[in-house]
């Protein structure tokens, strides 16, 4: 059954509706869906954590469509609009549109027969555009995390060696190596190049954390030369203190201990247990009575030399454990001034006549004693060893050589391959003996250094 | 309103009349069809129509069997630089009456005619020309404080000759603005001139085998004033009008660029007219869009006072009308441009 006029009005009215609520939605849905894709690009680059929640405002479109579908509600065409739209595409002459004024039944049979008219919608450009905002969209919420991040500020992974290094500066403090407000001043600049260490500019951050790592190094290195000094000289003194005690019981003389009694506050005296950044400190009453110390006051004197020595070691020991000092360098500490023969020395002293020099003999025993004779008799055999002989080309008289200039500079790096002539680098394929530099970045210095520093 | 709408019995009378009519000036003169629909149209919508074309065209045969066929006063002008307002209105002569008073006495001129033919209407001074303003628009002739009244239906029918401009008046546009159509006589195609030739010895015309009654002709205008002119159509001439000047709100580009001043009110009146009488022709009781685009042209083609910009682009009334009427949308839907309409 073939519509009507009226029903082909509606019908065309009802279809013009549908289509303009779908065009307003697909525009609704594609402008939601570029601004959500920005949104959720702001919100990734800003860093914000937890971003799972982005993805649900894609069903952010669903309310914006309902009230596109509204407002074209609100703005759909007149319907005397629409008739006329309807008696133009049909070509009846006004005879639809008259249907506002009178009854047109008559002229029925005069006009075309009713259908709806088709209407078209060029929807290629508006899908287009919506499927390149729907993709935008997905690419923003897909995106691995480091690209969003290219803009935005990234802090340097500095955390281990910044941790390192205001453990090295406590430490120093704690040994006295360091004073205190020093100490608190490269903690909070620590502290500082932690925050404000960028990715986007590590030189500074790396130079900063290099220069506080070598001020530490070089501080510990004084600290333990300072400190293997020291105890060298206590072990020494204890040494002596130790063969005064043995001799005494033997039978020493009055002239041999007062002799040794100086020799003993010399080495102290030497040893400037209070000057420095280590300070030990012996007992005052002990050190005034030096040249008359009874047998139970050499035992004091012992013990506390011990223990200075002990913390010396201990302080060494801490340095070493941080490698903030050549764990050698500990070693040497561990073992500085033992003596191979304190019975040797004590037994010289009960002994000795006409002036003992206890300070020489000291020195001797616990240096390790006279020297070995050096021996020559095995020499390398050169049984069945064959040489190759190479003719070196002749080289160039050094009359021959003309002066360019003196210059106490450090040869210039040069990149070309100029080998110097006449010389017995002639075929070398070296780079003509000028000096070759290798920048090192700032963040390879440490494995540089490292590597330098290895202990094979 | 509703009650004035023609039903097909009311409109048939006179649209036979008027197919009638067309049968009798197509079979006269050969190969004009258009052009005789625009001055029936004109005719019809009681609007004054200006003929613009070359020597030897038709256009004082045309006017002439229209009067034949409408059985209607027919009086030709021919205007010259020397004709005086009274040679066109008439003028009071002293007579002497049969009581032997002398009087002025009122000699009518050629205008009290129905139909006038105002042959090369540029030639005459403007002074000759402004003296048709009242009988154009009023048609009325007042003369010495007497105003007196054309015969009814009053047309003018004028030609004006594109060439040989020297000498001439240009009709100032007050005077164009009463015309209700500008129609544009172009030439015959070679079959048209074949027939011509071979049926038109000395080119005499063939007189009409039907003519029509006074009474026929006051039927025809009575069906005209029962037209129906649908509001969207009367406001897509009213849109239509509004667009030709330039800053309107649908005003479009070319518009913009190229007219000085847009059309009249009496502009939309006479599209609006000319629609009926043309939705009439077609037979039909009421007014489409497509009467209104057949009927714009001729209308606004003479109304449109475009710049020298114009001049220079080569730009005239008619391409800008064709424009505007391609542009603009009839029903004021708007629809989206990616939204296209068809029938099924």
């Given at each position: 059954m073939k519509p009507s006029h009226s029903q082909a009005i509606q019908s065309f009215a009802r279809r013009l509706k549908f289509l303009s609520r779908l065009r307003a939605g697909v525009q609704m849905a594609t402008l939601w869906f570029f601004i959500w894709g920005v949104i959720i690009l702001a919100v990734r680059i800003a860093g914000t954590p937890q971003t799972e929640w982005l993805a649900f405002g894609i069903l952010g479109f669903v309310p914006l469509v309902m009230v596109a579908g509204i407002r074209q509600r609100s703005r759909q065409p007149a319907f005397d609009k629409v008739r006329a739209c309807y008696d133009r595409l049909k070509a009846c002459g006004g005879v639809i549109m008259s249907e506002e004024a009178a009854d047109m039944t008559a002229w029925q049979a005069h006009l075309p027969e009713a259908s709806v008219p088709k209407l078209r919608w060029?929807?290629?450009?508006?899908m287009l555009l919506l499927s390149v905002s729907a993709l935008f969209m997905t690419v923003a919420l897909l995106l691995p995390e480091r690209l969003t991040r290219f803009s935005s500020h990234r802090p340097l992974e500095i955390g281990r060696t910044v941790d390192q290094l205001q453990a090295e500066v406590q430490t120093l403090q704690q040994e006295k190596i360091v004073e205190d407000k020093k100490a608190e001043d490269l903690q909070k600049q620590l502290s500082q190049l932690k925050q404000d260490s960028s990715g986007l500019d590590p030189n500074k951050t790396w130079e900063a954390l290099d220069h506080i790592k070598e001020s530490n190094s070089d501080a510990a290195k004084q600290a333990a030369e300072e400190a293997l000094n020291k105890m060298t000289e206590l072990a020494q003194a204890e040494t002596l203190a130790k063969a005064m005690a043995q001799a005494a019981d033997s039978g020493m003389s009055e002239a041999n201990a007062t002799e040794s009694a100086q020799d003993l506050a010399s080495m102290l005296n030497a040893a400037k247990l209070e000057d420095g950044v280590l300070k030990g400190r012996l007992?005052?009453?002990?050190?005034?009575?030096?040249?008359?110390?009874n047998k139970e006051q050499l035992e004091k004197l012992i013990q506390a030399l011990e223990l200075n020595k002990n913390s010396l070691g201990l302080t060494v020991s801490n340095l070493a454990n941080l490698k903030l000092i050549d764990p050698a360098l500990l070693s040497k500490?561990?073992?500085?001034?033992?003596?191979?023969?304190p019975g040797a020395l004590?037994?010289?002293?009960?002994?000795?006549?006409?002036?003992?020099?206890?300070?020489?003999?000291?020195?001797?025993?616990?240096k390790g004693g006279p020297a070995a004779p050096m021996t020559w008799d095995n020499d390398t055999s050169e049984k069945d060893v064959k040489f190759q002989e190479h003719a070196l080309p002749p080289a160039a008289h050094l009359s021959d050589a003309q002066l360019v200039g003196v210059s106490k500079a450090a040869p210039e790096p040069s990149g070309n391959d100029v080998a110097a002539g006449h010389d017995a680098l002639d075929n070398a394929a070296a780079s003509?003996?000028?000096a070759h530099s290798q920048v090192i970045l700032p963040e390879h210095r440490q494995a540089v250094r490292n590597f330098f520093k290895r202990d094979n | 309103m509703p009650d004035t709408i023609l039903k097909p019995e009311e409109l048939q009378p006179a649209a036979d009349l008027v197919r009638k009519i067309l049968e009798q000036l197509d079979r006269i003169l050969l190969g004009r069809r258009e052009l005789h629909r625009l001055v029936l149209i004109g005719i019809l919508s009681r609007g004054h129509v200006l003929l613009e074309g070359l020597p030897g065209l038709g256009k004082t045969a045309l006017v002439r069997t229209i009067g034949q066929i409408l059985k209607l006063d027919f009086k030709r002008i021919q205007f010259t630089p020397d004709l005086m307002p009274g040679d066109v209105l008439g003028t009071h002569i002293l007579q002497e009456t049969s009581s032997g008073k002398r009087e002025l006495t009122f000699q009518p001129g050629p205008v009290f005619t129905n139909i006038l033919l105002a042959d090369e209407i540029n030639r005459a001074s403007p002074k000759t020309q402004s003296a048709m303003l009242e009988t154009m628009q009023e048609n009325s002739v007042t003369l010495l404080g007497t105003t007196r009244l054309l015969p009814q239906p009053f047309f003018v029918l004028a030609s004006q000759n594109p060439i040989e401009l020297e000498g001439t008046y240009p009709l100032p546009e007050a005077q164009l603005d009463r015309f209700l159509f500008r129609?544009?006589?172009?030439?015959?195609?070679?079959?048209v001139l074949d027939r011509i030739i071979s049926e038109r010895r000395r080119g005499e015309l063939p007189a009409p085998t039907w003519q029509m009654e006074r009474e026929q002709l006051e039927t025809l205008f009575q069906t005209m004033e029962r037209i129906y002119l649908p509001r969207p159509v009367s406001r897509y001439i009213a849109r239509l009008v509004s667009a030709t000047h330039p800053g309107g709100a649908e005003a479009t580009e070319p518009v913009n660029r190229y007219v000085s001043y847009g059309a009249s009110p009496r502009a939309a009146i006479a599209i609006a007219e000319a629609a009926r009488a043309h939705a009439l022709v077609a037979g039909r009781p009421s007014v489409g869009f497509e009467d209104v685009k057949a009927v714009t042209a001729p209308v606004l083609n003479h109304r449109l006072i475009l710049n020298y910009q114009a001049r220079f682009d080569r730009m005239n009334a008619s391409k800008l009308v064709a424009e505007l009427l391609g542009r603009l949308d009839e029903t004021g839907l708007n629809l989206p441009k990616d939204v296209v309409l068809a029938t099924a």
């Open positions: 060029h929807s290629g450009q508006a007992p005052p009453e002990l050190l005034a009575g030096l040249n008359g110390l500490c561990q073992n500085a001034g033992q003596c191979h023969n004590a037994e010289y002293l009960s002994t000795c006549t006409n002036g003992c020099n206890a300070l020489a003999e000291c020195l001797l025993l616990c003509g003996g000028s | 129609v544009l006589f172009d030439n015959v195609d070679t079959e």
